[in-house]
């Protein structure tokens, strides 16, 4: 790589180009289009949000294979650093040394479903109440309880459990015993008394399952994990971290197959890339069978949308209103859930920047996203949507705060000039992180007429805050990751289906200026 920053054998007259080299064939030979479209990380996490072609989608499911295979041995090998920190020792020449994988491990799926069958036959003779007739079928058997397991650095206040934490209200005892594997510490209880004013998630799952099994203390033992796991003799296993919380999930865990089944859900919105994870949940709309190539899983399809929403569920979550509650008057103090978007303006007191004080705002758009999940392409739609759209703004979240010069600069660059572009950045405008989740949610219905999602990776969380408060979601749907079609799957769920810009970034731009200029 030069001084400058531009890759020197891209394209250079008899070299191979990188982008040969791996397989690429959509990336230009501008340097600055390749620096601005290359991926942050290639860590499968980081690499969700990279907007690569659906030629090339292929490439997120290798990122995910090369972690998976390694998963293990990284693990084990962190496992031995931390031991040797602990002992004060190192062994000969500066190496560390990586410990043994114990015979007995991975642990065999044979014989733990044939262990199983023979248990749950058991189960069944003991708990036969009359002979057998001509009328019954092994079917209608009883069967001892399904053992279901879900492992998780996130069982505190993390968005996955604000997400998901309702869901363990309905599985019935009958059929399932759910145990708990939270590998991460509780929430401090002065956070859920004062910012949470007392909600603790945590607890409320403690209180819907079986067994809550707080195991903290194999966090760095993902060998002792799985025996522990594996000794409780859970017959399907439910991973909610994926590769996101890196530093926090239990690594190297599902490579020794502490149960028979084991499922990716959630938090993780990409292949996991490994051949010991059987299934994926997911449904027909963001996974359908002719993209199953980029997966290494089987499919579970639920019948609906497969990403879990538990809003309807939370007494603290205002449910969605038909009508704006009237401010006291013009200059009054912001108030959740009071005013409409135009009235609130972002919390701008010269919303439309300078010059523009006896303006009406006319339409307020919204991206509440993490900054990571912005791409240039994306960013230079926004700004064309605003630019065609009179006295429109658009709303951005302050994650994180020392990001905004950057894309300040960027938009002033990318804006394509003239009175209204000159100004445009007067127009965006910047909210603080709110700590406290339902007030985060409660804001998208007093702030915004329309929520512009993020591509290729969904505002998935921050989308299914938009939908309850009943903000319209207008999505990109021509992408293949499954980070870039939850949205289109919550929307056709919810009979909004022209908001999926199946044609790609012109329909998302023609559907959120339609919206923005339809005066009916």
């Not at 058991?122 to 492992?151: C, E, H, Q, W």
């Not at 993390?158 to 015993?177: G, N």
């Not at 399952?209 to 796991?229: K, P, S, W």
């Not at 703004?393 to 905004?404: D, M, R, S, Y």
Request: overall charge negative; aromatic content about 10%; some cysteine.
């Amino acid at each position: 790589m030069s001084d400058d920053g531009s890759d020197d054998d891209i394209d250079d007259e008899g070299t191979l180009s990188i982008r040969k080299k791996i397989g690429i064939s959509n990336l230009k030979a501008d340097n600055d289009y390749i620096l601005w479209n290359r991926a942050t990380s290639v860590h499968p996490h980081m690499m969700l949000g990279y907007p690569l072609s659906n030629d090339d989608a292929i490439l997120k499911r290798y990122s995910s294979e090369s972690m998976a295979s390694l998963d293990e041995l990284r693990a084990r090998a962190e496992r031995g650093i931390l031991l040797e920190q602990h002992q004060q020792h190192r062994s000969g020449g500066g190496k560390r040394n990586i410990t043994e994988l114990p015979g007995d491990l991975p642990f065999s799926v044979l014989e733990m479903r044939d262990k199983f069958v023979k248990k749950n036959e058991v189960y069944k003779t003991r708990n036969m109440s009359s002979p057998l007739d001509s009328s019954s079928s092994s079917s209608s058997l009883p069967t001892a309880p399904i053992k279901v397991g879900f492992v998780a650095s996130g069982f505190n206040t993390k968005a996955v459990l604000y997400l998901s934490h309702d869901m363990f209200r309905f599985f019935d005892p009958d059929i399932v015993e759910i145990h708990i594997f939270s590998t991460g510490q509780p929430d401090h209880p002065h956070f859920i008394e004062g910012t949470m004013r007392g909600v603790d998630w945590r607890q409320r799952v403690m209180d819907n399952v079986d067994y809550f099994h707080d195991v903290q203390e194999y966090r760095g033992d993902h060998i002792g994990l799985a025996r522990y796991i594996h000794d409780l003799q859970i017959h399907i296993l439910i991973e909610w971290d994926g590769y996101a919380r890196q530093g926090e999930r239990a690594g190297g865990l599902m490579a020794l197959r502490p149960a028979p089944i084991q499922i990716l859900h959630q938090e993780f919105l990409m292949t996991s890339g490994a051949q010991y994870i059987d299934y994926i949940i997911t449904d027909k709309n963001v996974s359908p069978l002719h993209l199953e190539g980029l997966y290494t899983e089987k499919f579970l399809w639920l019948p609906n949308h497969f990403f879990s929403k538990g809003h309807a569920m939370q007494k603290e979550l205002y449910p969605p209103q038909l009508e704006y509650k009237p401010k006291a008057g013009k200059g009054s103090e912001f108030e959740l859930g009071v005013g409409s978007p135009q009235e609130n303006a972002c919390l701008s007191s010269n919303p439309l920047g300078r010059d523009m004080d006896d303006e009406q705002v006319s339409f307020v758009y919204c991206n509440f996203n993490k900054f990571l999940k912005h791409n240039p392409e994306t960013v230079r739609s926004w700004i064309r949507i605003l630019e065609q759209v009179p006295n429109s703004i658009l709303c951005l979240l302050e994650n994180p705060v020392e990001g905004i010069p950057n894309l300040r600069k960027f938009v002033t660059e990318a804006s394509s000039g003239g009175d209204d572009s000159a100004d445009l950045n007067d127009r965006i405008h910047f909210l603080p992180w709110e700590n406290n989740p339902f007030d985060h949610q409660r804001r998208s219905y007093s702030l915004c007429n329309a929520m512009l999602d993020s591509y290729p990776y969904n505002g998935h969380t921050t989308a299914q805050d938009a939908l309850y408060a009943g903000v319209p979601l207008i999505t990109r749907s021509d992408g293949d990751d499954m980070s870039s079609r939850v949205s289109t799957s919550a929307n056709i769920v919810l009979g909004l289906e022209e908001m999926n810009a199946y044609r790609g970034i012109e329909e998302y731009e023609t559907i959120a200026i339609r919206l923005g200029t339809d005066k009916d």
